[in-house]
């Protein structure tokens, strides 16, 4: 039997850019380049890699997201993923972390799955907590952030590196893995990737499709509010000395009169 | 009085920093109820009630440390519901670790209410606890709120001061029933991270960075000397890591540990955006580079252009001396 694999991935927008927030307060997505959140790769990464281990294995992207959301899809296809899944609604503007894992929860079972992958946190609202949500909404096993996953007889097996230890996990499928920048480097796709790509297919899906109400998710929706985003001022222009011999005993100086030493 | 349930990160009994400076912004809010489960919890209860706890709500069982994540979420649902019925629950606050940020969602998800995540400050506000967070790579700061059902929030450590405020600290066992759940990933070895003798890094006063311009494993020597005559725990940036010279543990930025210490010293780093990401809440940050153009220099309170190998040796001789 196929293991059925889906991916979730993240449009973000550059974090190289000069990112901001709209008048509403939310991440303005308009202004800044987007891309597939380059930690989601990694996550794209481990699922071609199962794929391949598997005898029979079909990878599927989703994302939840914009129109512009499509070009991550198709970067993760360009990879190498089978097919994508894109749910895109007007209604989904300023979702937050409650609201996108009800919307990517409905739309994976929808799909049919045997284990989610996901990146362990996204490139511009880094909460990293994503997963584990999924996991708790799909009602099965919580294998996150590990830096070594693999998938044999029905078994998910991995490495996470916590604060205090490092451990294995060991879980049945189906399961919800998320997987660190230690899991290993993502492949460029290569030119015939990028051709078949455009052939594969990308099914669109809105909230109605997944008996979702407007008044789940969105703005309104959101279980948390954003009251103010200020920009943090710049930091005042510190001293900079060039070393002419003396640079470490002058910065001890500057240590000691901020009493540090 | 309202009262605020607060998750406690020990281990073995021993109470970890971030606990105790949540403590402090939890008295902010109400009156402190922690939560503490697995090995030691119940040892845990002096600490607390030193810094605020009025009620210390202690579970211990196999399950705890032999699967991940769920048995927790049992756990501090069980301490929700138990606090919850006397009708003056205000607010869940966890300290920001990437296990029990994973608790504080799942909890969230499971009593209807919103998370946030990583605040580094609280404050009381008329539609409840107003969290600051730090986003963008720290270039925007954002209060927020939680809109629907009690405040689940996951603070930074180093957010506020540990402050002595002595109060009951009443010890009671948690009854915790394990859901189907609990079971499902087994955590079927562990190997605890090897001590280095030095702070915390996401705990430390003072911290020193060394990137590729250290050039090398065993050049790292130079930078652990500086961190000892200070006191300070060792930080790598990325590049350093994937070299192979520092262990990923130990890694500062967006997929490393996030600081944000008095002092921060940064060594032969360029300061990326990704590295800036996990350091630029930093109080004062130094940087040591020999490239004038570096953007670590964009955000330093004092630079220094030249070798590493010349400032940084001369640098912990001069601490040394200073300090006698
Ligand atoms: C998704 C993603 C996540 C990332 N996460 C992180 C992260 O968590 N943490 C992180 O750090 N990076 C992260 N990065 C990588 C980041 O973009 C940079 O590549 C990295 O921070 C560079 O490390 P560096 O400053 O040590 O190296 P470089 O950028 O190569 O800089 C080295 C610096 O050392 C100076 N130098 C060289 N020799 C000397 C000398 N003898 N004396 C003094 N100065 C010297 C050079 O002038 C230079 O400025 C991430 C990247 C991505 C895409
Ligand atoms: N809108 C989204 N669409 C698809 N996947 C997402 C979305 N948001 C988050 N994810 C996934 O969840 C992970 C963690 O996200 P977060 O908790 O937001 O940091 C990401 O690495 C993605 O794999």
Sequence with gaps: MSLRIVVCVKYVPDATGDRHFADDLTVDRDDVDGLLSELDEYAVEQALQIAEEADDAEVTVLTVGPEDAKDALRKALSMGADKAVHVEDDDLHGTDVMGTSLVLAKAIEKTGYDVVIAGMASTDGVMGVLPAILAERLGVPQVTLLSEVSIEDGVVKGRRDGDAASEQLEAALPAVVSVTDQSGEARYPSFKGIMAAKKKPVESLDLSDLDLEAEEVGLEGAWTAVDSATERPARTAGTIVKDEGEGGKQLAEFLASQKFI | ?324
């Design chain 2, 1 to 324: 009085m309202a009262e605020i349930l607060v998750y406690v990160d020990h281990v073995d009994g021993a109470v970890r920093k971030p606990t105790l400076e949540l403590l402090t912004l939890a008295r902010r809010l109400g009156d402190p109820v922690a939560v503490a489960l697995g090995n030691g919890a119940a040892d845990t209860a002096p600490a607390l009630a030193e810094h605020g706890a009025v009620k210390v709500l202690t579970a211990d069982a196999p399950e705890f440390a032999e699967y991940l994540v769920v048995p927790k979420v049992d756990a501090l649902q069980a301490a929700y519901e138990a606090v919850s019925a006397g009708g003056s629950l205000a607010a869940v606050l966890v300290p920001s670790s990437a296990e029990a940020k994973e608790i504080a969602a799942r909890l969230a998800v499971r009593i209807g209410s919103g998370v946030i995540t990583d605040a580094v400050d609280l404050e009381a506000g008329d539609e409840g606890p107003v969290a600051t967070q730090s986003v963008f790579a720290a270039s925007f700061t954002t209060k927020s709120r939680v809109s629907k059902g009690t405040p689940v929030i996951t603070v930074k450590p180093n957010s506020a001061p540990v402050e002595a405020a002595p109060a009951a600290g009443t010890v009671e066992a948690l009854s915790v029933s394990f859901g189907a759940l609990a079971t499902g990933t087994k955590v079927t070895s562990r190997t605890p991270r090897e001590s280095t003798g030095r702070p915390e890094l996401t705990e430390a006063a003072i911290v020193v960075s060394g990137g590729r311009g250290v050039n090398g494993a065993e050049n790292f020597a130079i930078i652990e000397a500086l961190a000892d005559s200070l006191g300070a725990a060792v930080g790598a940036s990325r590049a350093a890591v994937d070299a192979g010279w520092y262990p990923h543990a130990n890694q500062v930025g967006q997929t490393g540990k996030s600081v944000s210490p008095q002092l921060y010293i940064a060594s032969g780093i360029s300061g990326a955006i990704q590295h800036r990401a996990g350091m630029q809440t930093s109080k004062t940050i130094v940087a040591i580079n020999k490239d004038a153009e570096a953007p670590i220099f964009e955000l330093v309170d004092y630079g220094v252009v030249g070798d590493l190998f010349e400032v940084v040796p001369q640098l912990t001789e001069e601490v040394k001396t200073r300090k006698g």
